[in-house]
């Protein structure tokens, strides 16, 4: 086990990355900004160790960072409708950085903060505490709300994110990371061919604006049924209306039946690479990079669309708007705790 930190200076700012390594040579690179994954290397089936995560090739790049690269994302992952929310018949209006619409926590959203780091280091683990202070009325979400991600790395190359918070004010919360994961290796292909299967039977319908309708959809006989494992390139080729508001892909929120342990796995054949994921969230927006930015150089090629695959565990914006949905409401001293861990293997194939 072993922690590498590298003092850096971006655009005259200070930011520090933090490089973690297993003792099978697994390797996780985090900024202090934003909470930015920038690299996972992983084995592929031959123990070739290979980039699976999108990243800048220029860190500079992060300070604008278009499609929130490998970022945590608060305090409410997703579109807020007409960025405006009621708690106990008081409106808070929140800054519409998407059209009408609040995403993604705006600007600067926990993507954008330094957070404090402290790294972590045993025989059977190595990670990082991540802190941050939100102070009320940041971004217009009410209560003063400190913020503890862990990110830890073991042996059996299981990377887990924790994320606890505390308010002093009732608000909503759900906080979650933004990784494109591509199991290809270094971005050698698209993800059109990883197989996705998710413990999912329901989704949420999404209006041309990408905000829920309120309508709960059944993936029965459409190409949103992955329990049974599907190639992601089925939404790629679909008339089906939510693939093309999604703008020929995914970008929407998955309900967890919870019928297994595991919610999600995606497969690469070529590399033999796997990742398993294991959530306590009740759902995930599955967002397949339709809209993926190319402003910027990647660190191993040019940018393009479907080059990586998002898994943004979290609960649903939509309970805002709508009865039936995961709630984002956090409570008064109410203790905020998620945790999603992402196994990285291999097949036996
Ligand atoms: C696009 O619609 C998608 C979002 O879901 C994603 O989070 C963002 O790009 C990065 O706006």
Known sequence: MNIQTEALTVSGQQWKEFTLTNDH?????????????????TPDRDGKLENVVVGFENYEAYLDNPGYFGALIGRVAGRIANSEFELDGKT??????????????GEPGFHKSIWTVVPFENNEEVGLTLTLNSPDGENGYPGNLRMTVTYTLTNDNSFTITYEGVSDQKTV???????????SGNLKEDIQEHVITLDSSKFVELDDALIPTGAIVDVDDTVFDFRNGRQM????TSEYKQNLVANHGYDHYFLFDHSNDVSAIVHDEKSGRELKVITDQPGVVMYTSNNFPMAYPLTERQPAQYLGLCLETQ?????????????????????YFAKTTFIFGVDNN
Do not use: Q, R, W
């Not at 040579?25 to 290397?41: E, N, Q, R």
């Not at 919360?173 to 199991?183: D, E, M």
């Not at 609960?315 to 203790?335: M, N, Q, R, T, Y």
């Open 25 to 41: 040579g697994m390797v996780v690179s985090i900024l202090d900004f934003g909470g930015i994954i920038t690299k996972v290397l």
């Open 92 to 105: 808070y209006s929140l800054p519409n950085n998407e059209g009408v619409n609040h995403l993604h926590g």
């Open 173 to 183: 919360l759900t906080a979650t990371n933004h990784s494109y994961f591509n199991l």
């Open 233 to 236: 390139k089925d939404g790629v």
């Open 315 to 335: 609960a649903s914006p939509a309970s805002i708007h709508h009865d039936g949905f995961p709630s984002v409401i956090l409570e008064k001293d109410e203790k």
